[in-house]
């Protein structure tokens, strides 16, 4: 939880400092990639770059989030499954003394 919470604050943190940015550097610029040319703000293309930067981190952490989250059901269905197969416990009779572990 405190991860994410550090997360929140790393990502919000980065985002005032992405629009301070922007907002300081004011004016148009041209654009031109292979036979694709426009003039836009700067100030959009930063923002824009900025989103889409976010956007693809967040993309690349979804395979590692779903094998995450596959293993531990795995696990916990084979810790279920073990369990099962655990013998049962005994029931503690008035003639036999306590473990010191119930104190």
Known sequence: MAILVLTLVL???AAIAAVIF?????GFISVHFLSWSFDSSL???LLA????GLILGWLITIP??????LTIAG???????????L?????????TPPDQSER
């Open 75 to 85: 696990q916990k269905r084979k810790s279920a499954s073990l369990e099962k197969q």
């Open 22 to 26: 922007a907002m300081g550097n004011p």
């Open 64 to 69: 590692a989030s779903i094998r995450k989250s």
């Open 43 to 45: 100030t959009a293309l």
């Open 49 to 52: 770059a900025f989103a889409l």
């Open 11 to 13: 990502v919000l943190m």
């Open 87 to 95: 013998p049962p416990e005994p029931e503690p009779s008035a003639s």
